[in-house]
């Protein structure tokens, strides 16, 4: 019965999970910044508009935003008013918007206002509100739904900023400062002090009224602008003012390059109001609310004072007022490339996202990211490449050789130990391809055929092959990006926008065609089938061995588990279908909309498999002396892994883990720091978003034990003395081996405490020579260096030699000189002659009456050539009672 149950749990839980029963794809928590060009607040509400994105509204002062549905409004909002439970949005050429539902639906045309009124400024006094434009100055008593225009004596000049307190009515116009001291009725074109015809943001506070003058600074009138004086002491210099505003007795002027500038009405002159602001940052608009200003910058989003603008704080979860530009990983982290508000970074599995400070950031349209072994390239606009070696902490232009970088670069791409970039074509200028071999800071221009290269938007590699899609069309290296060649069969007529490749598989995305497919290195294209035949593919990616994704504009994601032969949607929660990127990192996809970034699980979007148990490769199994200052581990890729967990034991029953990694994601190990003259026990196994395969067979390797060395002999009264350097912690003992004549044989073996020893058998006169080496229970080291000693006769025989000795010349073989010693016991008379083969004599040495004991004769064989030779020694003692004849073979080698 269990196993019954057990049965029916399992194929439910199959069941539900290809039917997408599971939490698929969320919202990547960020990265949250953007352009702002208009900011309003009352109460609790705050609203921001971001031109080409949209409108966000906040009910909680900020803390969190949320995106309004647009297709109702214009993407160039001009002004924001909150006025009760309405939201007023003004647009320069579109006219006004209302929505009395929190931004659920927007009414558009209005009692008074016809299609034509732009507007361009937004004001209320008490119940009064206000709206300026291109067609004058309007008012409404009835919460914007009927407008009245006012007649100001300015015909013709659209108004472009009202401030109103009381029954103070001030106007910033493009011809002019105008103030009405009894709430419109009259109107006075103030100029006394003011520059001529100046357009002013204007503000109240009090009874003191505020002009700020793009190229002029602020000026101040204490008088309801009968007279005007400038104020600009404490201004950096004479800035682009984007906003000024009033609230209890404090003044906020926002600028285009030097933030926020600060007056109270007791200060003697404007001071910086930036602290937690960047540096230079332009704030485009201000607003107040209680004790709260908020500031809306280009670039970083919004940010919340509390404390007069005196510090500032980002605040700006759940807003998104930037295009995504592009994407990349790398390691653990997934990168995104916005328009102009910079790059951001986080943990694939935290969402834990980073701003990285480039500077001039929010000039920039990011293009590609890419990455080489130490850097951080990014597409920069007219700076062409910026390159970061630090991850990220500082930047430089990385242009040296490429022509009109300012033009724009295309695409950024790494290759093995290259680096390619590409720049955009221009008008008699077509576009070209560069490579880089160190690193970006000098670049190549790629010779194609007899023409540049045509202006490159995206790259792929595969092993040594690299793809570039350029203008529309695919080419092809094999060789790392020396020979390119056009690859577009089945292709022709269609205007191919991305690729990406692995294996023996790649993918491109077309513009109005659907995708295509090629098996043979880009020979042949073929249409995609399934359910993503004809959808405008944007993106790829690949996971696993045989699964790929494709990101497509207008319906979502789909995935194939065959390498493209059939595919299916991937997920089925996925709230925007306009999906212009896509980017794997580790179990997680990520989808990009134009604005917003979201993220799923792999193993929750796609039917995955287990993967298979991996094929260990090297080190060969029970491999001796392996090297401890790098052992490279290696295996063959396994279906359907994405990543591989590796354990290295000192048993066989990995009871003793000396190492473990489980996010190998490449197919090698490189293993240091290990102990000498150790057996290692070492099993791998496969994972993905499903599971993990079994284990693999287990191999093992014994690691080098090293060898003794600084060997040195001395002769003693009962023998020779051995003494060596012990340079192993790891060693049992050691083997002694000693050579008379022309083998090595054991002599004995010591225990590890062991660094001298005394060889009692060597008691005759004759050559010696030893050599050692140390072992332990699992390796057997090298041998050390030979060590040789002469023994003319044994230390115990002070009298001297007792018999006739020749020893063998040492060294042998030797070039050019030698050694031949020999010992007498009786003063003799001695000849000594080396032969050549054929029984020539080539050097005779003659010595009469030569004293008993040792002696030694040097022979050079220079101008001898190589080969085998005898040399024959005589003596007879000089009382005529002993004579001896000996030959030995000498070998001469050059």
Same mark, same amino acid.
């Given at each position: 019965m269990k196993h019954s149950l057990l049965f029916l749990f399992l194929v439910f839980f199959s069941s539900a999970f290809h039917n997408g029963l599971k939490a698929q794809w969320i919202r990547a928590n960020g990265p949250f910044s953007g352009v702002i060009n208009v900011v309003a607040a009352s109460g609790n509400t705050v609203a921001a508009h971001s031109n080409n994105i949209g409108l966000f509204l906040s009910s909680d002062e900020a803390k969190n935003w949320n995106a309004l549905s647009n297709e109702q409004l214009s993407n160039w909002i001009t002004s924001i008013l909150i006025h009760g439970d309405r939201i007023l949005l003004g647009e320069s050429d579109a006219g006004l918007f209302i929505s009395t539902n929190n931004g659920s639906s927007w009414g558009k045309y209005f009692s008074g206002l016809d299609t034509y009124t732009g507007i361009e400024a937004l004001a209320e006094n008490g119940t009064t509100i206000f709206a300026g434009g291109n067609m004058g100055l309007f008012q409404s008593m009835d919460d914007g739904s009927d407008w009245t225009k006012i007649e100001v004596d300015s015909p013709g000049s659209p108004v472009l900023s009202i401030a109103a307190r009381d029954s103070l009515l001030i106007l910033g116009t493009e011809s002019g400062i105008y103030v009405s001291p009894d709430k419109g009725l009259t109107w006075r074109h103030s100029t006394n002090g003011l520059p001529e015809k100046a357009t002013a943001k204007v503000a109240i506070n009090g009874s003191i009224l505020f002009a700020a003058i793009n190229g002029y600074g602020i000026y101040i009138s204490a008088d309801s602008g009968l007279t005007w004086n400038g104020e600009n002491n404490g201004l950096t210099s004479?800035?682009?003012?984007?906003?000024?505003?009033?609230?209890?007795?404090?003044?906020?002027?926002?600028?285009?390059?030097?933030? $926020?500038?600060?007056?109270?009405?007791?200060?003697?002159?404007?001071?910086?109001?930036?602290?937690?602001?960047?540096?230079?940052?332009?704030?485009?608009?201000?607003?107040?609310?209680?004790?709260?200003?908020?500031?809306?910058?280009?670039?970083?989003?919004?940010f919340l004072s509390t404390d007069g603008g005196s510090t500032w704080s980002k605040s700006n979860d759940g807003l998104s007022g930037f295009w995504i530009s592009s994407t990349a990983s790398r390691g653990d982290s997934i990168f995104i490339g916005t328009s102009y508000c910079g790059i951001y970074f986080a943990e694939a599995s935290l969402m834990n996202w980073k701003f990285l400070n480039v500077p001039g950031f929010n000039q920039y349209y990011f293009g590609d990211i890419a990455f080489d072994s130490k850097n951080i390239y990014v597409a920069a606009g007219q700076d062409g490449i910026l390159r970061s070696t630090d991850n990220g902490l500082s930047w430089e232009t990385a242009n040296n050789g490429i022509d009109r970088f300012s033009e724009g670069i295309s695409a950024i791409h790494a290759h093995k130990d290259k680096m390619f970039a590409a720049t955009y074509a221009s008008p008699g200028f077509p576009g070209k391809l560069y490579y880089s071999t160190n690193n970006g800071s000098s670049w190549q221009k790629v010779a194609f055929e007899t023409s540049d290269f045509p202006a490159t938007v995206s790259m792929a590699s595969n092993g040594s092959d690299i793809f570039a899609v350029a203008q529309g069309r695919v080419y092809l290296s094999t060789d790392d990006g020396k020979v390119w060649h056009l690859t577009n069969s089945g292709l022709e007529g269609k205007e191919v926008t991305r690729i990406k490749a692995k294996d023996n598989v790649a993918f491109i995305a077309t513009l109005r065609d659907g995708a295509f497919r090629s098996t043979d290195k880009g020979s042949s294209?073929?249409?995609?089938?399934?359910?993503?035949?004809?959808?405008?593919?944007?993106?790829?990616?690949?996971?696993?061995?045989?699964?790929?994704?494709?990101?497509?504009?207008?319906?979502?994601?789909?995935?194939?588990?065959?390498?493209?032969?059939?595919?299916?949607?991937?997920?089925?929660?996925?709230?925007?279908?306009?999906?212009?990127?896509?980017?794997?990192?580790?179990?997680?996809?990520?989808?990009?909309?134009? %604005?917003?970034?979201?993220?799923?699980?792999?193993?929750?979007?796609?039917?995955?498999?287990?993967?298979?148990?991996?094929?260990?490769?090297?080190?060969?199994?029970?491999?001796?002396?392996?090297?401890? +200052?790098?052992?490279?581990?290696?295996?063959?890729?396994?279906?359907?892994?994405?990543?591989?967990?590796?354990?290295?034991?000192?048993?066989?029953?990995?009871?003793?883990?000396?190492?473990?990694?489980?996010?190998?994601?490449?197919?090698?190990?490189?293993?240091?720091?290990?102990?000498?003259?150790?057996?290692?026990?070492?099993?791998?196994?496969?994972?993905?978003?499903?599971?993990?395969?079994?284990? !693999?067979?287990?191999?093992?390797?014994?690691? $080098?034990?090293?060898?003794?060395? !600084?060997? +040195?002999?001395?002769?003693?009264?009962?023998? *020779?003395?051995?003494?060596?350097?012990?340079?192993?912690?790891?060693?049992?003992?050691? *083997?002694?081996?000693?050579?008379?004549?022309?083998?090595?044989?054991?002599?004995? %073996?010591?225990?590890?405490?062991?660094?001298?020893?005394?060889?009692?058998?060597?008691?005759?006169?004759?050559?010696?020579?030893?050599?050692?080496?140390?072992?332990?229970?699992?390796?057997? +080291?090298?041998?050390?260096?030979?060590?040789?000693?002469?023994?003319?006769?044994?230390?115990?025989?002070?009298?001297?030699?007792?018999?006739?000795?020749?020893?063998?010349?040492?060294?042998?073989?030797?070039?050019? $000189?030698?050694?031949?010693?020999?010992?007498?016991?009786?003063?003799?008379?001695?000849?000594?002659?080396?032969y050549n083969p054929l029984g020539k004599i080539l050097k005779e040495f003659v010595f009469k009456n030569q004293a008993s004991g040792a002696h030694e004769i040097s022979f050079d064989a220079k101008g001898i050539a190589s080969g085998a030779y005898f040399y024959i020694f005589e003596a007879r003692a000089d009382d005529g009672t002993k004579e001896f004849r000996q030959i030995k073979k000498m070998i001469i080698l050059k």
């Open positions: 004479q800035p682009y003012f984007n906003s000024i505003i009033s609230f209890d007795n404090i003044v906020l002027a926002a600028t285009g390059s030097e933030g $926020v500038f600060k007056w109270t009405n007791n200060a003697s002159a404007w001071q910086s109001a930036n602290k937690g602001l960047p540096e230079k940052i332009a704030v485009n608009s201000m607003a107040s609310s209680g004790s709260n200003i908020y500031a809306g910058t280009y670039g970083l989003g919004v294209w073929t249409s995609v089938t399934g359910e993503l035949a004809g959808k405008q593919a944007t993106s790829f990616a690949f996971w696993a061995s045989s699964i790929v994704f494709a990101g497509t504009y207008g319906n979502g994601v789909y995935v194939s588990t065959d390498n493209g032969l059939s595919w299916q949607q991937a997920g089925s929660n996925l709230p925007q279908k306009n999906i212009i990127w896509i980017e794997k990192n580790g179990e997680y996809l990520f989808a990009a909309s134009e %604005t917003t970034l979201w993220r799923a699980a792999i193993s929750e979007i796609a039917p995955l498999l287990l993967p298979s148990v991996p094929k260990l490769l090297s080190v060969e199994n029970n491999s001796k002396n392996q090297p401890l +200052s790098l052992i490279r581990l290696s295996w063959q890729k396994a279906e359907n892994a994405e990543w591989y967990h590796l354990q290295l034991s000192k048993d066989s029953l990995f009871k003793d883990v000396a190492l473990e990694d489980s996010a190998i994601t490449l197919l090698t190990k490189d293993i240091t720091e290990l102990n000498e003259g150790r057996i290692y026990f070492w099993r791998l196994r496969a994972g993905n978003g499903v599971g993990v395969s079994p284990w !693999s067979e287990v191999w093992n390797f014994t690691t $080098v034990l090293n060898r003794p060395d !600084s060997l +040195s002999l001395s002769a003693m009264t009962k023998g *020779i003395k051995i003494t060596w350097k012990d340079n192993s912690s790891n060693e049992t003992g050691f *083997i002694i081996e000693r050579m008379l004549s022309e083998n090595f044989s054991a002599l004995d %073996t010591v225990k590890a405490n062991a660094v001298t020893y005394l060889d009692s058998t060597a008691v005759q006169p004759d050559y010696y020579h030893y050599r050692i080496k140390s072992f332990n229970q699992f390796a057997v +080291s090298s041998y050390s260096d030979t060590a040789s000693i002469i023994l003319t006769y044994t230390e115990s025989a002070r009298t001297g030699p007792t018999e006739y000795f020749l020893f063998q010349n040492y060294p042998n073989p030797f070039n050019p $000189v030698t050694l031949i010693r020999y010992n007498l016991p009786l003063e003799s008379s001695v000849r000594l002659a080396v």
